[in-house]
């Protein structure tokens, strides 16, 4: 097993991607269910019927993660909680089929990686729907924090996630995110560091 830091890091601050296939790349945009692991996404047919492909986080380039994946289509019953899940990241209108992308492999900065290296289930996912509801109590007291921590003018925040490293946030600007200076393995502390944030 390599040092998980660098593929977790990659894996979970970032939700858009460029999947390298046979045929091209594709830009998309990607979320975890993390009760389940399931990687979900919209691909165009030949990107969709493609079988396997690297997923490059952020983007195709040495120091980015370059995860292995099997692509598998799915209708959107099947896709159930995950696409659900992508649509509160990345809202609703976006064209293409349904598919999860299943880590075989990967690579960053050199470093070969087992799929154990990519989790994409994490500690705080039972714990996540309590947590965002307290992040979203106030949400001008979340949108004043979250521009001033960002330097941004960021509207209609949400947040839609939350893990170990930080906060998942939805607004009319795209996806954004506020890391912990610390790490969150526990929901007690994910909570107090959420209070700590909204001050």
Not at 85 to 90: D, G
Request: glycine share 10%; proline share 6%; charged share 25%.
């Amino acid at each position: 097993m390599a040092d998980l830091e660098l593929p977790v890091a990659a894996l979970w601050n970032h939700r858009r991607g460029e999947l390298l296939c046979e045929d091209g790349s594709y830009k998309l945009m990607f979320a975890i269910e993390p009760r389940s692991g399931i990687m979900v996404t919209m691909l165009p047919g030949p990107a969709a019927t493609a079988q396997e492909g690297t997923l490059c986080i952020p983007e195709d380039g040495y120091d980015s993660l370059q995860m292995q994946v099997l692509i598998v289509p799915f209708n959107e019953d099947e896709a159930g909680a995950a696409a659900d899940r992508f649509t509160a990241y990345h809202g609703t209108g976006h064209r293409g089929m349904w598919c999860r992308l299943e880590p075989i492999g990967g690579k960053i900065a050199g470093v070969v990686l087992d799929p154990s290296d990519m989790p994409l289930v994490h500690p705080l996912a039972e714990s996540e729907g309590r947590l965002l509801k307290l992040l979203n109590a106030d949400r001008a007291r979340l949108s004043a924090v979250v521009n001033a921590r960002l330097g941004a003018e960021l509207h209609e925040i949400l947040a839609v996630g939350i893990d170990p490293r930080g906060i998942d946030l939805r607004c009319r600007e795209g996806v954004r995110r506020v890391t912990f200076v610390k790490f969150a393995e526990d929901p007690a502390v994910a909570e107090g560091r959420i209070r700590d944030l909204l001050g």
